[in-house]
């Protein structure tokens, strides 16, 4: 297994606030609703799970897997029917909201990791309102191409992949000389770290874990393809077109 851990060149002397702090909200969100919620049980006559499940079997396929989901039923998978966005019953709140909910630990941390890697960068080279505007940005055109690509879904999307998507998109244009150090976790090379070019990296994430499984899979159910193409696409768009200046101004230190 193949794990990226940072990447080079950085600016020198940069704190990247505006990153920290998305981060910080994303995990605060998670400790203090997903954690909790996560281990409670609703009340099954409450309307709000009538409602859930009347929406979600369909996609299910059986009432096996009906009854399966109704007994591991938590306030966290309501709480985020409530706030996710969901492509058949769209609502403004929710494009900027689900940005904030993850389905889980491991889907949490996958995605600040990322945009720990890549998130300094583009908040020096964009200012932090337009870092923000970047990520917000990103995050709402990536929701919005998920629900073209899947309006009749019931399934709540949620996470953060679609803005940090957005900014792998800016990422990719504008430091194309850059590289992304990589953690190999496996024999013979245990532990041993090396530098990959950023746009390999952001190309692969692209096509082989997005476009290709987005056009050979079902969009209804596991990981929102749609939203994380729209995402990136929108960062490089931007990036290509709408902005001046040289891009990848960082300065190598000849490491």
Do not use: K
Request: glycine letters at 10%; hydrophobic letters at 50%.
């Amino acid at each position: 297994m193949i794990f990226p851990i940072g990447d080079w060149p950085n600016p020198p002397g940069h704190r990247p606030w505006l990153t920290w702090l998305l981060i910080s909200i994303n995990f605060a969100v998670w400790i203090f609703f997903g954690l909790p919620l996560s281990e409670t049980r609703p009340d099954l006559a409450s309307p709000l799970v009538g409602e859930y499940l009347t929406s979600i079997s369909p996609a299910l396929g059986s009432q096996a897997q009906v009854a399966a989901l109704t007994h591991q039923l938590t306030d966290w998978d309501l709480f985020v029917f409530r706030w996710g966005f969901r492509p058949d019953a769209p609502a403004l709140r929710t494009l900027l909201s689900s940005m904030f909910l993850h389905a889980g630990l491991a889907h949490l941390a996958g995605n600040m990791l990322f945009l720990w890697i890549y998130g300094n960068n583009i908040e020096h080279r964009l200012g932090r309102p337009g870092f923000l505007a970047a990520y917000l940005g990103g995050g709402v055109v990536a929701t919005l191409f998920h629900w073209f690509s899947a309006s009749s879904s019931p399934v709540p999307m949620v996470g953060a992949s679609g803005a940090i998507s957005g900014i792998l998109g800016f990422y990719f244009v504008l430091f194309p000389r850059n590289q992304v150090r990589m953690l190999w976790l496996l024999p013979p090379f245990f532990l041993q770290q090396f530098l990959v070019p950023a746009r390999l990296v952001l190309g692969l994430y692209l096509v082989i874990e997005n476009v290709l499984p987005w056009l050979f899979t079902s969009s209804d159910v596991g990981v929102a393809h749609g939203a994380h193409i729209g995402g990136f696409v929108a960062g490089w768009f931007v990036a290509r077109f709408c902005l001046r200046g040289d891009h990848d101004l960082l300065v190598h230190d000849g490491m």
